[in-house]
């Protein structure tokens, strides 16, 4: 008997009256869609950046609820100087036209991360974004932008000690739900489903508190170039697993 999964075979039929949640996806390939081509690795972020709003838009027709990005990390700084401002750039580029097209698309956009390390014109975007899309009902965009997992668990528990500080939280009453309120995703349904594209089997510091029960997807296809097609074969995988949660499966 082979002790190895043997590869899944792809599905592609979604029951879309039975969607996950909440999506989150680590956008990673940018460079290496750029490389095959002959192109500058920024070429990759700007077709990465446009595949964001296909799929973004994508997730709002088939009625998803939640949708979580990373697009940048704490810990993409240490990119060329150049590399990292035409990323700003793409970002700026990308907010300006969302907030034009916000009425029509009412899609609800958030950010996750520490947006004061940002360019001030970016974090004015941002923080604009935020407030027009505020009652939004669409899909709910989360951007983590200048996040990191643990990052965000520090500040979290910063914040935390601050209210116990000023007795305003009691440390021997902390429970999950209640530090899960700290944290920048607070108030929002934990992933479902976290999709990697790109080949690379690792989180990279994206939601390590939060992917705790979540089913992980993982394909060799570049972020650029994952499509919708791939989107429906990440949703069939997911929805022909089984959540046990620590359970048993009733029957
Ligand atoms: C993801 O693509 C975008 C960011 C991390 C900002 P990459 O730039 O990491 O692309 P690869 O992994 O080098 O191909
Ligand atoms: C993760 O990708 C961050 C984003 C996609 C924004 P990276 O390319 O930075 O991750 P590593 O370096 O391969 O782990
Ligand atoms: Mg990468």
Redesign the pocket.
Known sequence: MPFFRTKEAPRTEVDFTNLPRHVAII??????WAKKRGLP?TA??AA?AENFRTIATYCKEIGLEYLTVY???TE?WKRPAEEVSA?MGLLKKYLLEAIEKMERDRVKMCFFGDLSQLPEELQLLCERTREISRHYDGVQVNICLNYGGRDEILRAARRFALDCAEGKADPNHLTEAQFSSYLYSAGVPDPDLIIRP?GELRLSNFLPWQSAYAEFYFTDVL?PDFSKEELHRALASYQHRQRRFGGVLNG
Request: proline share 0%.
């Open positions: 956008m990673d390939g940018n460079g290496r690795r990759g972020h990465g697009a940048f990390s993409n990323i790109s972020w």
